[in-house]
């Protein structure tokens, strides 16, 4: 089921989140996937003011799913 799912383009995401990845439209998520998580932790950690545990939490990640992220991403 999964190769007959639609495609999921740059140009359904918010228009802001778009700007933010500034690429093509025509773009598939799934090359974008690492810099939109990327850009979602760093504006969900603030949130948090830090707080891994709590951020994880709401992100629906395990802490040490959300450390090694952060430590990938840099």
Avoid: C
Avoid at 21 to 47: C, F, G, M, N, T
């Amino acid at each position: 089921f999964y190769g007959h799912e639609p495609e999921i383009t740059l140009g359904m995401l918010r228009r802001e989140l778009q700007e933010e990845l500034s690429l093509s439209d025509h773009q598939p998520l799934s090359d974008l996937w690492e810099d939109a998580e990327k850009i979602h932790i760093e504006r969900v950690l603030p949130l948090y003011n830090g707080n891994l545990t709590r951020a994880a939490k709401a992100m629906g990640y395990a802490i040490n799913t959300l450390k090694k992220k952060i430590k990938d991403y840099g």
